[in-house]
């Protein structure tokens, strides 16, 4: 159950990434090369929204102990 959790998000943001990718390529340079466009820019997103909260968890972390302490 814990894979599905972290997996179906990760694509949701994959899938909205390829697609907007796909129609931004589409829209600019015509079919060719659009599937390729939209997976790097549904990867670049995913890699964005993770490093992402990463860094708000870390700030969120680091000003929880600078409180207690």
Excluded: C, K, N
């Excluded at 159950?1 to 390829?18: E, K, Q, R, S, T």
């Amino acid at each position: 159950m814990f894979v599905f959790a972290l997996a179906v998000p990760a694509l949701l943001v994959v899938l909205i990434g390829y697609v907007v990718g796909y129609e931004l390529w589409s829209a600019v340079a015509g079919t060719g090369g659009a599937e390729t466009a939209g997976w790097v820019t549904g990867t670049a997103l995913l890699v964005a929204v993770v490093t992402g909260a990463v860094r708000w968890r870390r700030r969120r972390s680091h000003r929880r102990r600078d409180q207690s302490a």
